[in-house]
């Protein structure tokens, strides 16, 4: 056990977090590419005669219908991956997330069909929260519990970089649709384009996973016949609480930085300050790839200077990145993309959460414990906060940086708790990830 503790990662290890981080990002791509097309699809699946506000709203609601359908997929997933294996349930959801995007890419518009177009829509959307919901927690668990624990910071926050990537890919698709194709064409078919891709981009996830291996933590525990003989749910809510406060806590942290900075941004510059899509969607490329490095530092620097330390000094530099970006917007355009990069690699202080998550939990109810914080936190927060945002620009074009804001002080309070827990002999978050 010293020496799985104290290792460095091996090629094996360095093949199943590549697989893993890819198959991840194939998924994610499928699960975000509808906000980069939020105005387009708001245009052809709702009246055209409804305030822009309204629009907007509605068009951002279908999207958070994915995050609130998280938890049931999430949790049924995650309570088959604590009892019959992680690989399984891992596997299942590139599937389940496939199919329903490449219906999406087929689905007639409000003028052809009324109201049943959006209605569809929404029922893609809800087929695939719940395979995402699975997705995420099942990615952290199956590498956390493959590497050595002293690299499981660098672990988690490459696999968090792997699977946002997915988002950059969107970025990059959007972009060259944008750029090579005329409004009109975007309108007459373009759009459908990246979901017929996104579904493609899926059944390649599904076919690599084909070559990972079950973890050694869940195979241990099978052999030593110590797997949950209680509903893991239950397990979790009765004697896990305090990681379930802490991880819902740091979704929400992590909802508001990848949803506002880097998904919902490209939309309000393009609605809000007349700035062109393609210009838009080419400084959004470039703040993910900041923000896939972000992810990548903070997961190093976990593993160097620990969970809280790194999670307080991200929080402080995500408040000032932030917060710059959107103010500088409407006043310096032409630093857009020096503004929109910092933000973006502030947002890399996501690269902590997944740490955190995997050492909150017992390795017979780890997947469990994970996908019910993490889903039912991001159902909450992370499917309410498009909606919120905009319904508060309302009242102050700076809703988003002061929502960010928010959640980054929020962010250093936790990091203050989890500092005061380490200190702590008995801390109840030191939970040794290859035990049972």
């Known amino acids: 056990m010293d020496t799985l503790n104290t290792r460095q990662l091996n090629r094996q290890d360095y093949k199943t977090l590549s697989l893993a981080a890819l198959g991840g990002a194939l998924e994610f791509y499928d699960f975000i590419i509808f906000v980069f097309f939020a105005a387009v699809i708001g245009e052809l699946f709702f009246p055209a005669d409804i305030p822009e506000w309204l629009r907007q709203v509605q068009t951002f609601a279908i999207f958070a219908a994915g995050y609130l359908a998280r938890p049931l997929g999430g949790i049924i997933m995650a309570h088959f991956g604590d009892k019959v294996g992680r690989k399984k349930m891992f596997s299942l959801s590139i599937l389940l997330m496939a199919l329903p995007t490449l219906a999406m890419g087929a689905l007639p518009t409000y003028d052809s069909i009324g109201i049943a177009a959006p209605l569809l829509m929404l029922l893609m959307r809800i087929l695939q929260g719940a395979a995402?919901?699975?997705?995420?927690?099942?990615?952290?668990?199956?590498?956390?519990?493959?590497?050595?624990?002293?690299?499981?910071g660098f672990a988690c926050g490459t696999l968090t970089a792997g699977l946002t990537a997915g988002i950059l890919l969107g970025s990059l698709v959007a972009t060259a649709l944008n750029t090579t194709l005329s409004p009109a064409a975007m309108r007459d078919y373009g759009w459908r384009i990246p979901f017929f891709l996104g579904g493609l981009f899926g059944l390649l996830a599904m076919y690599l996973r084909r070559w990972l291996h079950e973890t050694p933590v869940f195979r241990q525990m099978q052999q030593r016949k110590t797997l949950s003989d209680k509903l893991p749910?239950?397990?979790?809510?009765?004697?896990?609480?305090?990681?379930?406060?802490?991880?819902?806590?740091?979704?929400?942290?992590?909802?508001?930085?990848?949803?506002?900075?880097?998904?919902?941004?490209?939309?309000?510059?393009?609605?809000?300050?007349?700035?062109?899509?393609?210009?838009?969607?080419?400084?959004?490329?470039?703040?993910?790839?900041?923000?896939?490095?972000?992810?990548?530092?903070?997961?190093?620097?976990?593993?160097?200077?620990?969970?809280?330390?790194?999670?307080?000094?991200?929080?402080?530099?995500?408040?000032?990145?932030?917060?710059?970006?959107?103010?500088?917007?409407?006043?310096?355009?032409?630093?857009?993309?020096?503004?929109?990069?910092?933000?973006?690699?502030?947002?890399?202080?996501?690269?902590?959460?997944?740490?955190?998550?995997v050492r909150a939990f017992p390795a017979a109810v780890r997947f469990t414990g994970i996908s019910f914080s993490y889903n039912v936190s991001y159902a909450i927060f992370g499917g309410l906060t498009p909606i919120s945002v905009t319904l508060m620009m309302q009242l102050t074009p700076m809703a988003p940086a002061w929502y960010v804001l928010a959640l980054a002080v929020i962010g250093f309070l936790v990091g203050i708790w989890l500092w005061r827990d380490s200190r702590q002999p008995d801390t109840r978050l030191d939970v040794s990830l290859h035990s049972s």
């Open 132 to 152: 995402i919901g699975g997705e995420v927690p099942g990615a952290w668990v199956f590498v956390a519990e493959h590497v050595p624990e002293k690299r499981i």
């Open 233 to 357: 749910l239950r397990t979790v809510l009765a004697s896990h609480r305090h990681g379930v406060v802490v991880s819902m806590l740091l979704t929400w942290l992590l909802s508001a930085c990848i949803v506002v900075v880097i998904l919902m941004a490209p939309t309000l510059m393009q609605k809000q300050h007349a700035i062109p899509a393609a210009l838009s969607l080419q400084a959004n490329s470039f703040a993910t790839v900041m923000l896939l490095l972000g992810c990548v530092i903070a997961g190093w620097l976990v593993d160097r200077f620990g969970a809280a330390r790194t999670l307080m000094a991200g929080s402080v530099l995500l408040a000032i990145f932030s917060w710059n970006f959107f103010h500088q917007l409407g006043t310096t355009p032409e630093m857009l993309l020096l503004w929109y990069g910092l933000a973006g690699l502030s947002v890399g202080v996501v690269g902590v959460v997944p740490f955190v998550m």
